[in-house]
Protein backbone atom coordinates (compact mmCIF):
# COMPACT_ATOMS: atom_id res chain seq x y z
CA UNK A 1 0.00 0.00 0.00
CA UNK A 2 2.56 2.51 0.70
CA UNK A 3 4.65 1.46 -1.93
CA UNK A 4 1.71 2.64 -4.34
CA UNK A 5 1.28 5.50 -2.66
CA UNK A 6 4.98 6.64 -3.47
CA UNK A 7 4.71 5.06 -7.40
CA UNK A 8 1.69 7.61 -7.70
CA UNK A 9 3.45 10.39 -6.46
CA UNK A 10 6.38 9.64 -8.42
CA UNK A 11 4.29 9.11 -11.59
CA UNK A 12 2.16 11.92 -11.47
CA UNK A 13 5.47 14.49 -10.49
CA UNK A 14 7.11 13.05 -14.02
CA UNK A 15 4.63 13.49 -15.89
CA UNK A 16 3.62 16.99 -14.61
CA UNK A 17 7.65 17.62 -15.70
CA UNK A 18 7.10 16.14 -19.07
CA UNK A 19 9.08 13.33 -18.99
CA UNK A 20 8.37 9.85 -20.52
CA UNK A 21 9.45 6.99 -18.57
CA UNK A 22 11.98 6.06 -20.88
CA UNK A 23 13.68 9.62 -20.66
CA UNK A 24 13.18 9.33 -17.23
CA UNK A 25 14.75 5.78 -15.99
CA UNK A 26 17.62 7.06 -18.20
CA UNK A 27 18.04 10.51 -16.57
CA UNK A 28 18.11 7.89 -13.57
CA UNK A 29 20.12 6.11 -14.48
CA UNK A 30 18.15 2.84 -13.79
CA UNK A 31 16.09 0.40 -16.15
CA UNK A 32 12.31 1.19 -17.38
CA UNK A 33 11.28 -1.77 -15.60
CA UNK A 34 12.81 -0.72 -12.41
CA UNK A 35 11.21 2.76 -12.39
CA UNK A 36 7.52 0.83 -13.86
CA UNK A 37 7.96 -1.21 -10.59
CA UNK A 38 8.13 1.47 -8.67
CA UNK A 39 5.61 3.80 -10.10
CA UNK A 40 2.87 0.63 -10.21
CA UNK A 41 3.66 0.39 -6.34
CA UNK A 42 5.39 -3.32 -7.02
CA UNK A 43 8.69 -1.87 -5.84
CA UNK A 44 9.17 0.18 -2.53
CA UNK A 45 11.57 3.15 -3.54
CA UNK A 46 14.74 3.41 -1.28
CA UNK A 47 15.52 6.66 0.18
CA UNK A 48 18.33 6.94 -1.71
CA UNK A 49 15.85 6.86 -5.25
CA UNK A 50 13.41 9.56 -3.61
CA UNK A 51 15.97 11.46 -3.12
CA UNK A 52 17.45 11.16 -6.71
CA UNK A 53 14.02 11.86 -8.08
CA UNK A 54 13.14 14.86 -6.34
CA UNK A 55 16.68 15.83 -7.40
CA UNK A 56 15.55 15.38 -11.13
CA UNK A 57 12.32 17.18 -11.00
CA UNK A 58 13.34 19.77 -9.26
CA UNK A 59 10.73 18.74 -6.19
CA UNK A 60 11.87 18.42 -2.53
CA UNK A 61 11.56 15.20 -1.05
CA UNK A 62 8.21 16.07 1.04
CA UNK A 63 6.23 17.40 -2.49
CA UNK A 64 6.92 13.61 -3.03
CA UNK A 65 5.94 12.35 0.06
CA UNK A 66 2.74 10.14 0.03
CA UNK A 67 -0.10 12.44 2.82
CA UNK A 68 -0.30 10.66 5.90
CA UNK A 69 -3.92 8.60 6.06
CA UNK A 70 -5.95 10.06 8.83
Do not use: C, H
Amino acid sequence: MEAEKWGRRIRAFRKLKGYTQETFAKELNVSVSILGEVERGNRMPTNDFIEKVARMLNVSVSDLTPPEDN
